[in-house]
Nanobody
Framework: QVQLVESGGGLVQAGGSLRLSCAAS????????MGWFRQAPGKERTFVSG????????YYADSVKGRFTIFRDNAKNTVYLQMISLKPEDTAVYSC???????????????????WGQGAQVTVSS
């Protein structure tokens, strides 16, 4: 039901910052848990961060904890991923995902999500 569109990707040098946005439409945004995943060339897609319906709960992969921040603005139907201190190993296609839920929880597995955006390329040079 919900449609997702990512934006904000680009090329940045190591140590730099970038903010990704994911705009949702057609669904009732506040009823969806949201997540960010990434996939580097030749590697599997992995979980980056998740946020609950209201934003009360957040969760991060160990590889990005302390550097990335997920937050959402339900009035704007948008979830964000603020990335700082970027490393070359952060280079990947970043996708946002959504799943409807009746509880205040996060989801951290691909199979738990029903809707996906097309992805945004993030390239970090050394």
């Amino acid at each position: 039901q919900v449609q997702l569109v990512e934006s904000g990707g680009g090329l940045v040098q190591a140590g730099g910052s970038l903010r990704l946005s994911c705009a949702a439409s057609r669904g009732t945004f506040s009823t969806y848990a949201m997540g960010w995943f990434r996939q580097a060339p030749g590697k599997e897609r992995t979980f980056v961060s998740g946020i609950s319906r209201s934003g009360a709960i957040t969760y991060y992969a160990d590889s990005v904890k302390g550097r990335f921040t997920i937050f959402r603005d339900n009035a704007k139907n948008t979830v964000y991923l603020q990335m700082i201190s970027l490393k070359p190993e952060d280079t990947a296609v970043y996708s946002c995902a959504a799943v409807r839920t009746s509880v205040e929880t996060i989801r951290r597995h691909e199979y738990e999500y029903d809707y996906w955006g097309q992805g945004a390329q993030v390239t970090v040079s050394s």
